[in-house]
């Protein structure tokens, strides 16, 4: 259990997971990772016959971090020491960890959340989007991402290197583990009132944006790729469009105008696909996200030379027709002129932009592939 300043339930709370382990026949330990309290909890803990583990980092994760890596035991169960949650009927977690799971998730609204538990915000609004937002970007079947009445085996636990040190942990867990493909499961559990008197650690917006913010990071296709084919998509289509529209002198200062806009949609669209690469490599190179295995075939699909080859020809073309649409002053028409001129000038700087970004992506690509494996 982690804590900090919890003396006013912290015995009970102990007391529970005490009854809980009598009535099972289980040998256990309880925890207490004491976060830097200074009302007493660390001597209550100790006189409830539990262990007490100082952890000196600040934050929610840092807490359970530490009370983990200390614990002894092959499986293990957080709780908040709040006395909000149902430690005394733990038994679902510990059987489905018997039946191979290598995490089980308490669910609250499977369970039931006793009135004034959880607040209106928390309850329809903030656990729900983010909730989804795991389940979506993760393909997670956990209805209730952010539970803190969990259990899971220490040698699983071990594979997931966490890094977080805030409310952010109970996120980050469930993401790991999918991303590990480990065998998840959720159980319903109760969630009650918290029984003390002062204001709750959580701060709903700056943790919300904390969970959000890594959620978003640790899946760069939603964050960059799935944006960035949609606007290179829609941005390369409307230029097309717009390129193979006939003059027509009412709207052609419009059309201009909209061709310009939908080639910056292009090249941004082009720019976050390019970005989305680069950052998974990095990602998967350095151990922030796991090897799929696709993963050794992009480096058989793009390398420094296909790149330089692609972009250096591009850029070639781009150059060409600047040169030719320049050259071009055999129409008399002023404004049809100008029309096509224009036109064909946005497509050569257009050709150009994109041929530079692919002969500095390759470098770069190439770089981040250099101790890489896969990279030939």
Excluded at 29 to 37: C, K, L, M, P, R
Excluded at 73 to 89: A, K
Excluded at 106 to 125: P, T
Excluded at 314 to 319: A, D, N, Q, V, Y
Aim: a neutral charge.
């Amino acid at each position: 259990m982690p804590c900090l300043n919890e003396a006013e339930t912290l015995a009970i709370c102990i007391r529970k997971a005490t009854t809980f382990l009598e009535k099972s026949k289980l040998d256990g330990e309880i925890i207490v990772a004491d976060n830097g309290s200074d009302d007493g909890s660390a001597e209550i803990a100790i006189a409830e016959g539990a262990r007490v583990v100082n952890v000196l980092v600040k934050g929610y994760g840092s807490a359970l971090k530490g009370g983990i890596d200390a614990a002894q035991g092959d499986y293990i169960i957080i709780g908040d020491s709040d006395d909000s949650h149902d430690l005394e009927n733990l038994e679902l977690f510990v059987e489905k960890i018997e039946q191979g799971f290598d995490m089980v998730i308490g669910n609250r609204f499977l369970g039931g959340v006793q009135k004034e538990a959880m607040s209106f915000l928390h309850r329809y609004i903030g656990n729900p989007i983010l909730t989804f937002v795991g389940r979506t970007f993760f393909n997670s079947k956990i209805g209730d991402f952010h539970c803190g009445l969990r259990g899971f085996t220490k040698s699983a636990y071990q594979k997931l290197s966490i890094t977080t040190t805030g409310m952010e942990f109970a996120s980050e867990l469930i993401v790991k583990a999918e991303l590990a493909k480990l065998k998840i499961t959720e159980v319903p559990t109760k969630v009650f009132p918290s029984g003390r008197s002062r204001e709750p650690h959580l701060r709903t917006w700056r943790d919300g944006w904390r969970h959000l913010r890594f959620l978003l990071l640790y899946s760069p296709r939603w964050l960059f790729l799935f944006p960035g084919v949609f606007m290179f998509v829609a941005g390369f289509i409307g230029s097309l469009v717009l390129i193979l529209t006939p003059f027509d002198a009412q709207n052609y200062l419009l059309n201009l105008k909209f061709l310009l806009y939908a080639s910056g949609l292009t090249l941004i669209g082009f720019q976050f696909i390019i970005f989305y690469t680069l950052i998974k490599i990095f990602a998967v190179s350095n151990g922030l996200l796991p090897r799929s295995d696709r993963y050794g075939s992009i480096f058989k699909v793009i390398n420094l030379e296909k790149g330089l080859f692609i972009g250096f020809v591009l850029i070639l073309s781009g150059i060409i027709l600047a040169i030719v649409t320049s050259l071009d002053i055999e129409n008399s028409d002023v404004n049809m002129f100008n029309y096509v001129g224009i036109k064909k000038t946005i497509v050569a700087i257009g050709t150009i932009l994109i041929g530079l970004q692919i002969v500095l992506f390759s470098f770069f690509f190439s770089i981040l592939g250099l101790s890489d494996k896969y990279n030939v």
